[in-house]
Nanobody, 124 residues
Framework: QVQLVEAGGGLVQAGGSLRLSCAAS????????MGWFRQAPGKGREFVAA????????VYADSVKGRFTISRDNAKNTLFLQMDSLKPEDTAVYYC?????????????????WGQGTQVTVSS
């Protein structure tokens, strides 16, 4: 199992940018599909983006496509989420997650390892 710790959240004005990171420990990071999810107050956990273990074939939710970029550095066991052109509706707690399979999934229940989350707040 992979242990995950997110960082990089904060308060930003609409139109601004943030870069989230997720540090992973354990030997399975480089063979795990990684994903970012978010949860706003009173709402369920929502898929944001996912990337295969080799770094190719990223998948995005329609709501963030063209604004967010997911990437990974397997040599440093780190996952990233570059968030540009942020909107107030992007406000949420952001979680990184890992699944030890090669197929990308958008469903949270498909991921077995989760970080503690980092708060992103976008003001209008």
């Amino acid at each position: 199992q992979v242990q995950l710790v997110e960082a990089g959240g904060g308060l930003v004005q609409a139109g601004g940018s943030l870069r989230l990171s997720c540090a992973a420990s354990g030997r399975t990071f480089s063979t795990s599909t990684m994903g970012w999810f978010r949860q706003a107050p009173g709402k369920g956990r929502e898929f944001v983006a996912a990337i295969s273990f080799a770094g190719g074939s990223p998948v995005y939710a329609d709501s963030v496509k063209g604004r967010f970029t997911i990437s990974r550095d397997n040599a440093k066991n780190t996952l990233f989420l570059q968030m540009d052109s942020l909107k107030p509706e992007d406000t949420a707690v952001y979680y990184c997650a890992a699944r030890p399979y090669s197929v990308i999934h958008r469903v949270a229940a498909s991921y077995g390892s989760w970080g503690q989350g980092t708060q992103v707040t976008v003001s209008s």
